[in-house]
T-cell receptor
Framework: EAGVVQSPRYKIIEKKQPVAFWCNPI?????LYWYLQNLGQGPELLIR????????DSQLPKDRFSAERLKGVDSTLKIQPAELGDSAVYLC?????????????FGPGTRLTVL | TQLLEQSPQFLSIQEGENLTVYCNSS?????LQWYRQEPGEGPVLLVT?????EVKKLKRLTFQFGDARKDSSLHITAAQPGDTGLYLC?????????FGAGTRLTVKP
């Protein structure tokens, strides 16, 4: 079974440019998460989807960040315009409701560098 | 301020040594998870502990959940270079999960 797929793996852009990240979760997983991980820190939740509904986006900086999961499967996270402080690893994870407590499966992440 | 405090932040040991890392919080969690993350990869779940006082073993790794479900420890026996990585704890309440900053472990051959 394929794991969580993310692309691109690396992205380097100039500040003020837009950037988008794509995530395809594990087949059948209804919950999808986007996290931001700064160097030396743990992941911080940006947004959580249950199917196509964003059920927790309280930590998403909505002035420049947006996300969508139109058909309840894959998802896109966008930053426009990017700032220097956005340089980080953006992780996508998915999980399935079941008897195991919120076990999340992570993708390899997209490392963003803003110059 | 981190909701979950992990200590130590960095740990470098020789192969064969034992070690314990800690995850502490003032909050009570319904469950707590430990993940390991290697460079260039996402975190991978090691264990979930649910019951206060629970102890789980995974080969050379022993995980304990505090009686009050506010803290946890991870003990590794006879560490190997393959144990090198970032160890993250995450506290879970309902669908809300918060990570600590991690302990970066290096095991030297």
């Amino acid at each position: 079974e394929a794991g969580v797929v993310q692309s691109p793996r690396y992205k380097i852009i100039e500040k003020k440019q837009p950037v988008a990240f794509w995530c395809n979760p594990i087949s059948g997983h209804n919950t999808l998460y986007w996290y931001l991980q700064n160097l030396g820190q743990g992941p911080e939740l940006l947004i959580r989807y249950e199917n196509e509904e964003a059920v927790d986006d309280s930590q998403l900086p909505k002035d420049r960040f947006s996300a969508e999961r139109l058909k309840g499967v894959d998802s896109t996270l966008k930053i426009q315009p990017a700032e220097l402080g956005d340089s980080a690893v953006y992780l996508c994870a998915s999980s399935s409701q079941g008897r195991y407590y919120n076990e999340q499966f992570f993708g390899p992440g997209t490392r963003l560098t803003v110059l | 301020t981190q909701l979950l405090e992990q200590s130590p932040q960095f740990l470098s040991i020789q192969e064969g040594e034992n070690l314990t890392v800690y995850c502490n919080s003032s909050s009570v969690f319904s469950s707590l998870q430990w993940y390991r993350q290697e460079p260039g990869e996402g975190p991978v779940l090691l264990v979930t502990v649910v019951t206060g006082g629970e102890v789980k073993k995974l080969k050379r790794l022993t995980f304990q959940f505090g009686d009050a479900r506010k803290d946890s420890s991870l003990h590794i026996t006879a560490a190997q270079p393959g144990d090198t990585g970032l160890y993250l704890c995450a506290g879970v309440n309902n669908n809300d999960m918060r990570f600590g900053a991690g302990t970066r472990l290096t095991v030297k051959p």
